[in-house]
């Protein structure tokens, strides 16, 4: 990282400060708890899914800027998607933190999300990005806890 | 005041001494505000490391050869460097371990397992690290005993108006840190050790963050068990100390067994040696003591009282430099603190400080410093952390202050 507001993106502080999709959503039909422990990042997903597609998303929670940044545009991002291509997105969004997917080249479905590519190259950051993504994919498959650690 | 003291350091000659201090790192040079985390270690340690290994190793206390003789001798004199630093009555007292952790396990493993049963209680304090909270937890689980804790105030300092009560005639053993790694709490664990002994309660002081920082004598302190690891204190990791008063180590039984720590061994029965090598099972980590035996010489040589005045004047200065920043919180003000200086800035994340303070070639630390019940208590997830050394300068601190006001730039 050549400059760290390569990262700090005006969009991941704004996400930071006003994110979307905060709070508590019950009835819910998935959820997860996803911990950082190295850092200390804690959100709680709740995903409601009817008809194969997901209907409504929140999460809950404490951490750094890039986590919540990145469980606010998440849930922007997978909100009234079909479950198949959240899962997707999912894959996607590890492949590019890896290094092994570069959205400018490679065909994927990651949008504005690809506004994280840059965290590829700071990798004690990688968990904090990472953390709602592995959080979501525990809930779609019904494992109630995951760390990123 | 001693001569000694009233002398400054010669910081810019002691930097002369930490290559990496002289690397560019990010394009820029290093400013390392980390040493609580771990020491960074001057070159005469490595080269002592790098020397033994080289042209003295082989294994100790084994054979007839002049090389196993020489290597034991001068593992041994690491060991009498470590006792002589921390007054230890004999170097039989000075049990090597893999660190702070490993010291306060074998304690609660051997030494706890003996002595605490089902309803006994283990009492700690509030600011403990994870390594004297876990080992007690496990033990206490174990035997159906419960840990209870000393608590603290708003600034950090422990409340020990009520210590009589919490050592109550269930209470087998009381662990308390010298100084907090989070905030650098400097606690009067002579004072504790004495009201815990007026009611027969044995002490063990985390010395992690104490030994790097102030002179300590274990006699004076009438401490039953010392522990600390050589990465703290300019020495490498994988080797730290367990001071223990004699007869409380002679009446321990083994913790981990194996070779060395045998007299004889049979089908039938096997008898173990005395103190020190009773506790240390194993081909040890020779080079590792030899290192620590160079920092110590390391450290002495600059005078740990001459260490302490530096510090301190660079913890007076950074308070005072951070205390115009709006929106810094300064967490731990207790009285007596070491030079470590906890802080969190309203409405950002200790990491994305981290983060970008790393970026500028600043080196602090950003979590829970394995201490998460001193994160609960102030209701936070995390602070940044920065610690000073004896290699600091001001400047160090005007870099750090800058790198914070950038951090809150980015974040407006």
């Known amino acids: ?149 | 005041m001693t001569t000694a003291t009233r002398t400054p350091l010669d910081v810019a000659k002691i930097r002369q001494d930490f290559p990496a201090l002289n690397t560019p790192f990010h394009g820029r040079p290093l400013i390392y505000l980390d040493s609580a985390v771990s020491a960074l270690t001057p070159r005469p340690v490595t080269e002592r490391i790098s020397h033994y290994q080289s042209y003295e190793h082989t294994n100790v206390h084994r054979g007839v050869s002049t090389l196993s003789q020489e290597a034991t001798d001068r593992f041994e004199e690491a060991r009498e460097k470590v006792r002589a630093f921390i007054n230890a009555p004999s170097s039989a007292q000075i049990i090597w371990t893999r660190g702070t952790t490993e010291s306060v396990n074998l304690v609660a493993q051997t030494f706890g397992r003996s002595k605490v049963g089902p309803g006994d209680e283990i009492l700690l304090s509030a600011m403990e690290h994870h390594s004297n909270i876990v080992p007690w937890q496990i033990l206490a689980e174990e035997k159906g005993a419960r840990v209870r804790v000393i608590p603290m105030n708003d600034a950090g300092e422990l409340m020990l108006d009520d210590l009589e009560s919490l050592l109550t005639e269930r209470t087998r053993i009381l662990g308390v840190t010298q100084v907090s790694n989070v905030m650098g709490t400097i606690n009067p664990v002579k004072e504790i050790i004495r009201r815990a002994h007026a009611k027969g309660v044995p002490v063990l002081v985390d010395g992690a963050q104490g030994v790097p920082h102030l002179p300590v004598d274990v006699a004076d302190l009438d401490a039953d068990f010392y522990v600390f690891s050589g990465h703290k204190m300019s020495g490498p990791t994988g080797i730290g100390v367990l001071y223990g008063r004699r007869e409380l180590l002679e009446a321990m039984p083994p913790w981990q067994g194996g070779g060395s720590m045998i007299l004889s061994v049979t089908w039938d029965k096997t008898q173990f040696c005395g103190i020190p090598t009773k506790f240390e099972a194993g081909t040890p980590a020779i080079a590792q003591a030899i290192g620590l035996g160079a920092a110590v010489d390391y450290l002495k040589a600059l005078g740990l009282e001459r260490i302490a005045a530096h510090e301190h004047s660079l913890l007076a200065y950074a308070e005072e430099r951070v205390a115009a920043i709006p929106g810094l919180r300064v967490i731990g003000n207790a009285k007596a603190k070491a030079s470590v200086l906890s802080f969190v800035l309203e409405g950002i994340h200790p990491h994305d400080i981290g983060s970008i303070l790393d970026h500028e070639g600043i080196v602090v630390r950003a979590g829970h410093h394995c201490a998460q019940p001193v994160m609960t208590r102030f209701g936070i997830p995390a602070t940044t952390r920065a610690s000073f050394s004896y290699f600091n300068t001001r400047e160090d601190i005007d870099a750090l202050v800058s790198g914070i006001l950038k951090v809150q730039e980015i974040f407006k």
């Open chain 1, 1 to 149: 990282m050549s400059d760290p507001r390569e990262l700090y993106q005006q969009v991941i502080i704004e996400h930071n400060k006003k994110p979307r999709n905060y709070g508590d959503l019950e009835p819910c039909t998935h959820h997860a708890h996803g911990l950082n422990p190295l850092c200390g990042d804690d959100i709680v997903l709740k995903v409601v899914v009817a008809d194969g597609v997901v209907q409504d998303i929140r999460f809950l929670g404490q951490g750094c800027a890039i986590s919540k940044a990145s469980s606010s545009l998440m849930t922007v991002n997978v909100k009234g998607r079909p479950v198949a291509e959240a899962e997707l997105m999912v894959e996607q969004f590890r492949s590019m933190i890896r290094g092994t997917l570069d959205t400018a080249v490679d065909p994927n479905i990651l949008g504005k999300l690809s506004l994280f590519q840059g965290v590829k190259n700071l990798p004690s950051r990688v968990k904090c990005a990472v953390l709602p993504w592995a959080t979501l994919h525990s809930a779609l498959h019904g494992e109630e806890i995951v760390s990123t650690e």
